[in-house]
């Protein structure tokens, strides 16, 4: 039970261990967490920016070996339940555990007053196992949803995909920009990003790879203001290579693979487009060169390494 936010290869670790020991015992597996993050009730103004959002989280968890996944509605009213009183009026009668899996730092409860220890207490009167997954790391540090947003906010998301188990991605709408991409043969596409709490990678130019429908495209994505035309607001905006058709009201979803160079401005257009130019080629080697790492066109849910 938890928050889960980016279901990162610490939060894999604990899964891993629920479904194995589930069906060791004929059990059934289940994952209880919640459907907002707590601190967006108890300190809105403190609440971070969701790595995944309720449905992606529900679309990764759905590549787990966990039967069921439950997700409490997070409100003031369940906050203010002791430990004790969580464990016997939630988890016990709801669900009836058997065995109960959690991480190294799990806390829960009022003020996450709750412990291992606090578990293994009321297991022994109410008839149910604690397992805790010990700390799992990435070159030697320790995994956390704080670590990786951090990652993403600095626009490092090659070490985000190494905590994460996979891409950081995004889900946008293409809509209509004004068309400044083609004149400069560059027909991009502009996204607008849903307004949800989700975290926004850094500023700059990425490596990614777009997803429309069951169509998988390489691309190039570019992210934050754009200074070389004055007035310009902030923007997203898709390249896809080898691709030309009209997209307009598509759902993309952008797998960020790899942060290519900051936004700076240019003298003119002309030396935009040589930037431009200087970019796509380096796109496609870091595609030549990472295909087997990014998954050669197949489901971005495949782990880094």
């Known amino acids: 039970m938890g928050t889960f936010d980016g279901v990162h290869r610490g939060h894999w670790a604990v899964l891993d261990e629920i479904g194995a020991r589930a069906r060791r015992r004929c059990l059934t597996s289940v994952l209880v967490t919640f459907d907002r993050h707590p601190l967006t009730v108890l300190r809105p103004e403190a609440a971070p920016p969701m790595l995944t959002s309720p449905d992606e989280k529900k679309e990764i968890l759905a590549l787990s070996s966990v039967d069921y996944v439950a997700f409490l509605s997070f409100t003031r009213a369940l906050s203010l339940y002791q430990p004790e009183e969580f464990v016997r009026l939630v988890l016990v009668p709801r669900f009836r555990v058997k065995e109960l899996v959690i991480g190294y730092d ?45 990652l993403v906010r600095e626009g490092e998301v090659e070490g985000a995909a190494r905590a994460l188990g996979r891409p950081y991605s995004l889900r946008g709408v293409v809509v209509h920009g004004l068309g400044r991409g083609r004149q400069l043969g560059f027909p991009t596409a502009n996204l607008q990003v849903p307004q949800g709490g989700k975290l926004i990678p850094g500023s700059g130019i990425y490596a990614v790879r777009a997803g429309l429908g069951s169509l998988i495209c390489d691309g190039l994505l570019h ?79 495949a782990v880094f390494t």
Request: net charge neutral; charged share 30%; no cysteine.
């Open 106 to 150: 799990h806390g829960f409860g009022r003020d996450r007053t709750g412990d291992h220890q606090t578990l293994r207490r009321l297991g022994k009167e109410l008839g149910f196992d604690v397992d805790v997954v010990s700390l799992v790391t990435s070159n030697g540090e320790s995994i956390s949803s704080t670590k990786i947003r951090g």
């Open 223 to 301: 992210l934050g203001p754009r200074p070389t035309f004055a007035g310009s607001p902030p923007s997203i905006e898709l390249y896809l290579l080898d691709f030309d058709e009209e997209i307009y009201g598509e759902s993309v979803r952008v797998d960020f693979l790899s942060r290519l160079r900051g936004i700076r401005p240019f003298s003119s257009a002309e030396e935009l487009v040589a930037q431009m130019r200087r970019d796509r080629e380096r796109a496609i080697r870091f595609f030549a060169a990472h295909a087997s790492q990014v998954g050669g066109k197949e489901s971005t849910a």
